[in-house]
């Protein structure tokens, strides 16, 4: 069974710091593009940062400058450093991966399990 486990959440203070890790564990063929969601209360979940297994990286504009997304293909895993955190970055943050699993014909999408963060000001 192919999943996606993230880690790394937590309270902080405003200014704060803290890094998001999902590692992609099981079967799997080949990873394409690997990113983070956030969804916070009464919200829709929105993308924060994606990157492709080669390509360049995608962020929202509210994190630039701010978070780096970055990858380690060797071990499946994707993370999220989050730096100068605001209050509004209050969220659930999902991790997301376009993946091929061994024996399939077509790449699957999948969600990690989500991992609170509370940014208090």
């Known amino acids: 069974q192919v999943q996606l486990v993230e880690s790394g959440g937590g309270l902080v203070q405003a200014g704060g710091s803290l890094r998001l890790s999902c590692a992609a564990s099981?079967?799997?063929?080949?990873?394409?593009?690997m990113g983070w969601y956030r969804q916070a209360p009464g919200k829709q979940r929105e993308l924060v940062a994606a990157?492709?297994?080669?390509?360049?990286?995608n962020y929202a504009d509210s994190v630039k400058g701010r978070f780096t997304i970055s990858r380690d293909n060797a071990k499946n895993t994707v993370y999220l450093q989050m730096n100068s955190l605001k209050p509004e970055d209050t969220a659930v943050y999902y991790c997301?991966?376009?993946?091929?699993?061994?024996?399939?014909?077509?790449?699957?999408?999948?969600w990690g399990q989500g991992t609170q963060v509370t940014v208090s000001s």
């Open positions: 990157m492709p297994k080669g390509g360049n990286t």
């Open positions: 099981g079967s799997i063929f080949s990873i394409n593009a």
């Open positions: 997301n991966a376009d993946l091929i699993r061994v024996g399939a014909r077509y790449p699957s999408n999948l």
